[in-house]
């Protein structure tokens, strides 16, 4: 079993900017992915970002490309997400996920993740 915990958002500007970490205990080990989902108010959890534990390949939803950057840190077990020059429109809750799977590209489905944290809310207001 994996358990992941989050910290980091809250309530910004836009144009302002966070940095969400992503925390990893347990059989660490057996992680071979990492990313990051957003769910907004009525909508699905959609796909941010993600990573390979290795951290050799990344892959961004086209609107925060640019402006969002995912890194891991595999002494920490830590995944961390530095979101910039924030929109209204990334007002969601912000959940990690992981998984142990091996895929050739990064997958974009939260059904290819086991692992979830609990998640964390950001507020940007214009």
């Known amino acids: 079993q994996v358990q992941l915990v989050e910290s980091g958002g809250g309530l910004v500007q836009a144009g302002d900017s966070l940095r969400f970490s992503c925390v990893a205990s347990?059989?660490?080990?057996?992680?071979?992915?990492m990313s990051w989902f957003c769910q907004a108010p009525g909508k699905e959890r959609a796909f941010v970002a993600a990573?390979?534990?290795?951290?050799?390949?990344?892959r961004y939803r086209d609107s925060v490309k640019g402006r969002f950057s995912i890194s891991r840190d595999n002494d920490k077990a830590t995944v961390t997400l530095q979101m910039n020059s924030l929109k209204p429109e990334d007002t969601a809750v912000y959940y990690c996920?992981?998984?142990?799977?091996?895929?050739?590209?990064?997958?974009?489905?939260?059904?290819?993740?086991?692992?979830w944290g609990q998640g964390t809310q950001v507020t940007v207001s214009s």
């Open positions: 996920a992981a998984d142990g799977s091996y895929t050739i590209e990064l997958p974009t489905s939260p059904h290819a993740y086991e692992y």
């Open positions: 990573i390979r534990w290795s951290g050799v390949m990344t």
């Open positions: 347990g059989r660490t080990f057996s992680l071979y992915l």
